[in-house]
DNA sequence: CACGTTGTCTGAACCGGTTTAGGCCAACCT
DNA sequence: AGGTTGGCCTAAACCGGTTCAGACAACGTG
């Protein structure tokens, strides 16, 4: 009863056509007049004739569907709403298209790897979106051997046969250490992500660089998995040995925000005792108190724009690479004058 | 290249039997001698046959992945980690079954009926996870007459058709009151989820329920839509009147953790001058100052159980409702012994 | 008038599985 | 011996589309 019953065939009965003849009519191809065009899609209209997915995908090759996999520590994952927004952004461009977006979440890289593979050994989507882009990311040659068309979420370090959406960090990083520098900070430090993974690392040489470009000595820097966790700790390694830091350039928005706890658990006040930035402007850094001064980012317009380019690379085999505006500071209480420089 | 290349029939071929009898084989069915089983299975394995997903969706009417629609404020779905988590929790369910996840997040209602409708015209999924019920919830229904095998997260308020995986609420909001009751608390203020949404209703009326017993006046409520905006909002309306309660409970752990933060920027001391209560346990609870006491929820958990459910449904055209472990209080130092009851 | 040309349409093969009707043969029963 | 049963297997239909070779008619052209 659910199910689509009206075939293709019903509609070649009743207009007494061919069913070949109705697949052309149906997918606007030349070879049939306009009179049996209109016909045969008013007939199709009226017995209220719905495509088959199944039978499409079958005889087409493609499945009209997209695929994501994340390998994300849960942990991480649930703290961070980039997913959330990007995926909301790809679907707006998918849903009209009919395609569907195909989810894994898997807990390590080698489950990854063969979710790939049986991604496509499935012939379960016809695309995917390459997000957490790594150092000499494993999983590009992966897909190119694998022939599934990909665009990557950020700029790889290595040579990619795929379109890329990308944005670059460093005007943020260096906008804040700017910032912070302009309001007399000098013992800067950095909580990096994790160096494992491109957004990471490439915020922490941006990080670096800023630094030298202000004229000041290298800073601190502390390595995590970007988790609340790790951020809480590092932040307390940081405010805890002599003559800590009297700024933390934090590389996302759920350790800074944990870095704040840490600071007030320590009797330390924001951001008279200790200077606290964020990156990519989350929901709660404007209720955090003090609210959080961090870098935006739009993730919903980078699931939109990879949405765009991968259908644009499965259309007609190549795609340009799209760059997208750097994220600005946005200045809100957690950064200020330094009382003790 | 990527594509699987050998067929049903190559193996047939190869064994020098008929297409049926490979079939048969594959799916260990009676009606093949033993020899001619391990032979056609040897055979195929050497050939490195695996079954094209597409034709057998064609020929079975299924389509071998399940459905979850999100129809949340693209702002509210990023603050809360629970369906990161909880999909977390199916993956590890589907994915030894070779399903898939089919993933939807829609802006609202209406698109959110239009979607279901859509996943089974397509036939892309074979059954669904219903999240975020509402009172009356028309998807029951909806999902009833598409003849979509469900499994509802929480008890609906109607009559339902479908299993449904739940978690009393009830236990972990009276055990919070109890505790901040036990700790001197006289006016305690809710600040509630959406009245839309039966979780929301019903923690809400578990406080007004614990308030009762607790032989205490009833107290102030405040509905919210569950984002960190209208936390935040609830907080300053409750702290900022004359004689504002010394607790607030919240619905859910993002608002709390606004709550935090605005209680902070009046210049409250927390737990001293106001305590403060979530629920769900996310992540960010241990870390922020003070640190949350909250009820702990287990999303994945709660993903599992859905997943294995749908499974058995789908398999056994029934399947039993599952009652999870209430949640339980996690003591922190968010609430404390009011100094001014 | 014979000859392409063009436009419209049909029939059948095809995608790669599942499923059913029925054939064949050996074993068993009376 | 003849009939029944059951195990093993094949051929073909089927799921519902797409696609291609070719039939046929109308048309213009030299």
Redesign the interface.
């Known amino acids: 009863?659910?199910?689509?019953k009206v075939t293709i065939a019903d509609v070649a009965r009743e207009a007494g056509v061919s069913k070949g003849l109705v697949s052309f009519a149906l997918n606007d191809r030349p070879g049939v007049s306009a009179e049996s065009r209109v016909r045969i899609l008013e007939i199709a209209e009226r017995l209220g004739w719905?495509p088959?997915?199944?039978?499409r995908?079958?005889s087409t090759?493609r499945?009209f569907?997209l695929g994501l996999v994340i390998a994300r520590d849960?942990?991480v994952?649930?703290?961070d709403?980039f997913?959330?927004?990007f995926?909301?952004g790809v679907?707006t461009v998918l849903?009209p298209q009919?395609l569907?977006?195909?989810?894994?979440?898997?807990?390590d890289e080698t489950?990854e790897m063969r979710?790939y593979r049986?991604?496509?050994?499935?012939?379960?989507v016809d695309g995917v979106f390459l997000s957490d882009l790594r150092h000499n990311d494993p999983r590009i040659p992966l897909l190119q051997?694998?022939?599934?068309p990909a665009v990557t979420l950020g700029r790889p370090d290595t040579k990619s046969p795929f379109p890329c959406i990308s944005v670059d960090d460093t005007p943020g990083v260096a906008e804040t250490v700017r910032y912070l520098v302009s309001l007399g900070h000098r013992r800067i430090a950095h909580v990096a992500g994790s160096p494992a993974l491109l957004h990471g690392s490439r915020r922490r040489a941006a990080f670096d660089t800023a630094l030298r470009e202000a004229g000041l000595p290298a800073g601190q820097s502390i390595e995590t998995d970007f988790?609340?966790?790790a951020?809480?700790d590092a932040a307390r390694r940081l405010l805890t040995q002599d003559s800590p830091p009297t700024a933390i350039v934090f590389a996302n928005d759920?350790m800074a925000?944990?870095g704040?706890?840490?600071?007030?658990?320590l009797g330390l006040r924001v951001p008279d005792d200790v200077s606290i930035t964020g990156f990519d402007d989350?929901?709660?850094t404007?209720?955090?108190?003090?609210?959080l001064t961090t870098v935006r980012t739009a993730p919903?317009d980078w699931g939109r724009a990879a949405g765009r380019t991968l259908l644009d690379l499965m259309e007609h085999g190549t795609a340009p690479d799209v760059d997208l505006p750097a994220g600005r500071l946005v200045i809100r209480g957690s950064a200020g004058t330094p009382v003790r420089p």
């Open positions: 009863m659910s199910e689509n719905t088959s997915l199944r039978a995908s079958l090759r499945s569907a849960p942990e994952l649930g703290s709403p997913f959330p927004s995926i909301a679907e849903a009919g569907a977006l195909v989810l894994s979440v898997v807990p489950t979710t049986a991604l496509v050994s499935d012939g379960r051997e694998l022939g599934l988790s609340v966790a951020g809480a759920p925000i944990a704040l706890g840490v600071a007030h658990e989350i929901d709660f404007r209720y955090v108190y003090p609210a919903s």
